[in-house]
T-cell receptor, first 111, second 114 residues
Framework: QKEVEQNSGPLSVPEGAIASLNCTYS??????FFWYRQYSGKSPELIMF????GDKEDGRFTAQLNKASQYVSLLIRDSQPSDSATYLC???????????FGTGTRLKVLA | GAVVSQHPSWVICKSGTSVKIECRSL??????MFWYRQFPKQSLMLMAT?????????EQGVEKDKFLINHASLTLSTLTVTSAHPEDSSFYIC??????????FGSGTRLTVV
Protein backbone atom coordinates (compact mmCIF):
# COMPACT_ATOMS: atom_id res chain seq x y z
CA GLN A 1 0.00 0.00 0.00
CA LYS A 2 1.62 3.20 -1.17
CA GLU A 3 1.20 5.99 1.35
CA VAL A 4 1.67 9.70 1.73
CA GLU A 5 1.66 11.02 5.26
CA GLN A 6 1.24 14.48 6.68
CA ASN A 7 0.69 15.84 10.13
CA SER A 8 -2.95 16.93 10.22
CA GLY A 9 -2.23 19.92 12.43
CA PRO A 10 -3.47 22.51 12.96
CA LEU A 11 -0.15 24.25 12.62
CA SER A 12 -0.43 27.75 14.01
CA VAL A 13 2.12 30.41 13.14
CA PRO A 14 2.10 34.16 13.71
CA GLU A 15 1.78 36.49 10.75
CA GLY A 16 5.14 37.12 9.13
CA ALA A 17 6.69 33.89 10.37
CA ILE A 18 7.86 30.92 8.31
CA ALA A 19 5.45 28.00 8.13
CA SER A 20 7.02 24.60 7.55
CA LEU A 21 4.88 21.76 6.24
CA ASN A 22 6.19 18.24 5.90
CA CYS A 23 5.23 15.18 3.93
CA THR A 24 6.69 11.67 3.77
CA TYR A 25 5.99 9.08 1.13
CA SER A 26 6.53 5.37 0.88
CA UNK A 27 7.01 4.79 -2.86
CA UNK A 28 10.73 5.02 -3.58
CA UNK A 29 9.97 5.08 -7.27
CA UNK A 30 8.08 8.37 -7.08
CA UNK A 31 9.61 11.02 -9.28
CA UNK A 32 7.44 14.09 -8.85
CA PHE A 33 5.82 15.76 -5.90
CA PHE A 34 3.08 18.34 -5.73
CA TRP A 35 1.80 20.75 -3.14
CA TYR A 36 -1.79 21.93 -3.26
CA ARG A 37 -3.64 24.44 -1.15
CA GLN A 38 -7.28 23.86 -0.32
CA TYR A 39 -9.50 26.44 1.27
CA SER A 40 -12.52 25.18 3.16
CA GLY A 41 -15.28 24.16 0.77
CA LYS A 42 -13.12 24.70 -2.30
CA SER A 43 -11.17 22.40 -4.56
CA PRO A 44 -7.39 22.17 -4.37
CA GLU A 45 -5.20 24.59 -6.28
CA LEU A 46 -1.63 23.84 -7.29
CA ILE A 47 1.05 25.78 -5.47
CA MET A 48 4.14 24.15 -6.88
CA PHE A 49 5.78 20.92 -7.82
CA UNK A 50 9.28 19.57 -7.51
CA UNK A 51 11.14 16.79 -9.29
CA UNK A 52 14.78 17.13 -8.23
CA UNK A 53 16.47 16.83 -4.88
CA GLY A 54 17.10 20.13 -3.20
CA ASP A 55 15.12 23.33 -3.04
CA LYS A 56 12.82 25.00 -5.49
CA GLU A 57 11.63 28.52 -4.83
CA ASP A 58 8.57 30.31 -6.17
CA GLY A 59 7.84 33.63 -4.54
CA ARG A 60 7.18 33.10 -0.85
CA PHE A 61 7.05 29.35 -1.30
CA THR A 62 9.96 26.92 -1.24
CA ALA A 63 9.61 23.20 -1.83
CA GLN A 64 12.34 20.94 -0.52
CA LEU A 65 12.85 17.37 -1.66
CA ASN A 66 15.00 14.66 -0.17
CA LYS A 67 14.49 11.42 -2.07
CA ALA A 68 16.91 9.44 0.07
CA SER A 69 14.86 10.21 3.15
CA GLN A 70 11.60 10.17 1.23
CA TYR A 71 10.29 13.47 2.40
CA VAL A 72 9.18 16.64 0.78
CA SER A 73 8.45 19.88 2.57
CA LEU A 74 6.90 23.23 1.83
CA LEU A 75 8.09 26.45 3.44
CA ILE A 76 5.96 29.54 3.38
CA ARG A 77 7.85 32.71 4.16
CA ASP A 78 6.23 35.85 5.53
CA SER A 79 3.04 33.92 6.27
CA GLN A 80 -0.18 35.85 5.83
CA PRO A 81 -3.64 35.19 7.28
CA SER A 82 -4.75 34.46 3.71
CA ASP A 83 -2.38 31.50 3.71
CA SER A 84 -4.62 29.82 6.28
CA ALA A 85 -5.81 26.69 4.53
CA THR A 86 -5.19 22.98 4.31
CA TYR A 87 -2.06 22.03 2.39
CA LEU A 88 -2.09 18.74 0.57
CA CYS A 89 0.94 16.81 -0.53
CA UNK A 90 0.33 14.70 -3.64
CA UNK A 91 2.55 12.02 -5.08
CA UNK A 92 1.82 10.26 -8.36
CA UNK A 93 2.14 6.51 -8.03
CA UNK A 94 5.22 5.43 -9.95
CA UNK A 95 4.33 4.15 -13.38
CA UNK A 96 0.86 5.67 -13.35
CA UNK A 97 -0.78 9.06 -13.49
CA UNK A 98 -2.73 8.51 -10.30
CA UNK A 99 -2.12 10.79 -7.37
CA UNK A 100 -2.00 9.66 -3.80
CA PHE A 101 -2.89 12.51 -1.49
CA GLY A 102 -1.80 13.01 2.05
CA THR A 103 -4.48 13.85 4.56
CA GLY A 104 -3.36 17.46 4.52
CA THR A 105 -1.99 19.84 7.12
CA ARG A 106 -4.25 22.58 8.32
CA LEU A 107 -2.34 25.84 8.64
CA LYS A 108 -3.54 28.77 10.69
CA VAL A 109 -1.74 32.08 10.35
CA LEU A 110 -2.57 34.29 13.28
CA ALA A 111 -2.88 38.02 12.66
CA GLY B 1 -3.00 28.24 -17.27
CA ALA B 2 -5.09 25.12 -17.67
CA VAL B 3 -8.72 25.45 -16.69
CA VAL B 4 -11.10 22.67 -15.74
CA SER B 5 -14.75 23.58 -15.49
CA GLN B 6 -17.03 21.50 -13.31
CA HIS B 7 -20.80 21.76 -13.08
CA PRO B 8 -22.93 21.98 -11.11
CA SER B 9 -21.12 23.48 -8.14
CA TRP B 10 -23.78 22.18 -5.81
CA VAL B 11 -26.83 20.00 -6.09
CA ILE B 12 -29.50 18.72 -3.77
CA CYS B 13 -31.41 15.64 -4.83
CA LYS B 14 -33.91 13.23 -3.40
CA SER B 15 -32.85 9.78 -2.32
CA GLY B 16 -33.18 7.30 -5.16
CA THR B 17 -32.66 9.78 -7.97
CA SER B 18 -29.61 10.16 -10.20
CA VAL B 19 -27.30 13.13 -10.53
CA LYS B 20 -24.90 13.93 -13.35
CA ILE B 21 -21.76 15.97 -12.82
CA GLU B 22 -19.81 17.36 -15.78
CA CYS B 23 -16.12 18.06 -16.00
CA ARG B 24 -14.67 19.94 -18.97
CA SER B 25 -11.13 20.86 -19.87
CA LEU B 26 -11.51 24.30 -21.42
CA UNK B 27 -8.18 25.04 -23.09
CA UNK B 28 -6.52 21.69 -23.43
CA UNK B 29 -7.34 18.14 -24.34
CA UNK B 30 -7.45 15.61 -21.56
CA UNK B 31 -7.23 11.96 -22.47
CA UNK B 32 -7.36 11.13 -18.80
CA MET B 33 -9.46 12.68 -16.09
CA PHE B 34 -9.83 11.67 -12.48
CA TRP B 35 -12.77 11.72 -10.14
CA TYR B 36 -12.31 12.21 -6.43
CA ARG B 37 -14.60 12.26 -3.44
CA GLN B 38 -13.90 14.17 -0.27
CA PHE B 39 -15.82 13.81 2.96
CA PRO B 40 -15.64 16.61 5.55
CA LYS B 41 -12.21 17.02 7.11
CA GLN B 42 -10.81 14.13 5.11
CA SER B 43 -8.45 14.03 2.19
CA LEU B 44 -9.32 13.42 -1.42
CA MET B 45 -9.99 9.82 -2.28
CA LEU B 46 -9.60 8.75 -5.87
CA MET B 47 -12.75 7.06 -7.11
CA ALA B 48 -11.92 6.33 -10.73
CA THR B 49 -9.79 7.19 -13.71
CA UNK B 50 -11.73 8.27 -16.75
CA UNK B 51 -10.16 7.40 -20.09
CA UNK B 52 -11.34 9.00 -23.33
CA UNK B 53 -12.95 6.44 -25.59
CA UNK B 54 -12.66 3.53 -23.20
CA UNK B 55 -14.03 2.26 -19.93
CA UNK B 56 -13.19 3.96 -16.70
CA UNK B 57 -10.92 2.30 -14.18
CA UNK B 58 -12.41 2.20 -10.71
CA GLU B 59 -10.55 2.09 -7.44
CA GLN B 60 -11.12 -0.76 -5.06
CA GLY B 61 -14.36 -0.44 -3.17
CA VAL B 62 -16.00 1.96 -5.63
CA GLU B 63 -19.15 0.56 -7.23
CA LYS B 64 -18.91 1.03 -10.96
CA ASP B 65 -22.62 0.48 -11.45
CA LYS B 66 -23.42 3.22 -8.98
CA PHE B 67 -20.90 5.77 -10.19
CA LEU B 68 -21.14 5.80 -13.96
CA ILE B 69 -18.36 7.54 -15.80
CA ASN B 70 -18.44 8.56 -19.43
CA HIS B 71 -15.52 10.19 -21.24
CA ALA B 72 -16.88 10.59 -24.71
CA SER B 73 -14.57 13.36 -25.90
CA LEU B 74 -11.15 14.77 -25.17
CA THR B 75 -12.65 17.64 -23.22
CA LEU B 76 -15.59 16.15 -21.35
CA SER B 77 -16.02 13.54 -18.66
CA THR B 78 -19.22 12.98 -16.71
CA LEU B 79 -19.90 11.24 -13.44
CA THR B 80 -23.43 10.04 -12.77
CA VAL B 81 -24.35 9.05 -9.26
CA THR B 82 -27.20 6.60 -9.73
CA SER B 83 -29.87 5.89 -7.14
CA ALA B 84 -28.25 8.34 -4.77
CA HIS B 85 -28.53 7.83 -1.03
CA PRO B 86 -27.68 10.14 1.87
CA GLU B 87 -24.35 8.39 2.38
CA ASP B 88 -23.37 9.52 -1.12
CA SER B 89 -23.49 13.13 0.05
CA SER B 90 -19.98 14.43 -0.42
CA PHE B 91 -17.76 16.83 -2.31
CA TYR B 92 -16.94 15.43 -5.75
CA ILE B 93 -13.97 16.86 -7.61
CA CYS B 94 -12.61 16.09 -11.04
CA UNK B 95 -9.12 16.74 -12.27
CA UNK B 96 -7.34 16.55 -15.57
CA UNK B 97 -3.72 16.36 -16.56
CA UNK B 98 -2.32 19.09 -18.74
CA UNK B 99 1.11 18.01 -19.89
CA UNK B 100 3.71 20.18 -18.25
CA UNK B 101 1.21 21.77 -15.87
CA UNK B 102 0.54 18.94 -13.52
CA UNK B 103 -3.03 18.27 -12.61
CA UNK B 104 -5.73 20.90 -12.55
CA PHE B 105 -8.84 20.47 -10.48
CA GLY B 106 -12.37 21.46 -11.22
CA SER B 107 -14.15 23.65 -8.71
CA GLY B 108 -15.95 20.69 -7.19
CA THR B 109 -19.57 19.67 -6.76
CA ARG B 110 -21.18 19.48 -3.37
CA LEU B 111 -23.84 16.80 -3.49
CA THR B 112 -26.47 16.59 -0.80
CA VAL B 113 -28.92 13.71 -0.92
CA VAL B 114 -32.01 14.17 1.20
Amino acid sequence: QKEVEQNSGPLSVPEGAIASLNCTYSDRGSQSFFWYRQYSGKSPELIMFIYSNGDKEDGRFTAQLNKASQYVSLLIRDSQPSDSATYLCAVPTSGTYKYIFGTGTRLKVLA
Amino acid sequence: GAVVSQHPSWVICKSGTSVKIECRSLDFQATTMFWYRQFPKQSLMLMATSNEGSKATYEQGVEKDKFLINHASLTLSTLTVTSAHPEDSSFYICSARDYGQGYTFGSGTRLTVV
